[in-house]
Nanobody, 128 residues
């Protein structure tokens, strides 16, 4: 059974930094893209960041570009999200996602429907 487990979410003050981790088990994602999405209260799931299989290609949502950095460690079958200069509007449940269909893509997918595996999410709350 494939599982993605996020960790690292918590309550922080605006301007702080936070690092989220996602560890995969049951399947290796070493040749697949991985991504982070988020869903705020009453909002649709929103793309945050994605990384290609080798880590050399990344994509970011407009609202986080320049503040967040996605990375991965294929030896640990894990992906990370470094979040800097956090704002109250970053408050959301953050989900890790793994692509299962496309191998060795240069540009990672950025849409919800392009990812087959999802974690349960980790809550990030940014207070003003």
């Amino acid at each position: 059974q494939v599982q993605l487990a996020e960790s690292g979410g918590r309550l922080v003050q605006a301007g702080s930094s936070l690092r989220l981790s996602c560890s995969a088990s049951g399947r290796t994602f070493g040749m697949n893209a991985m991504a982070w999405f988020r869903q705020g209260p009453g909002k649709e799931r929103e793309f945050v960041a994605a990384i290609n299989w080798r880590g050399g290609g990344t994509e970011y949502g407009v609202s986080v570009k320049g503040r967040f950095v996605i990375s991965r460690d294929n030896a640990k079958n894990s992906v990370y999200l470094q979040m800097n200069s956090l704002k109250p509007e970053d408050t959301a449940v953050y989900f890790c996602a793994g692509d299962a269909k496309l191998l060795r893509t240069v540009v990672p997918p950025t849409r919800v429907g392009q990812y087959e595996y999802w974690g349960q999410g980790t809550q990030v709350t940014v207070s003003s």
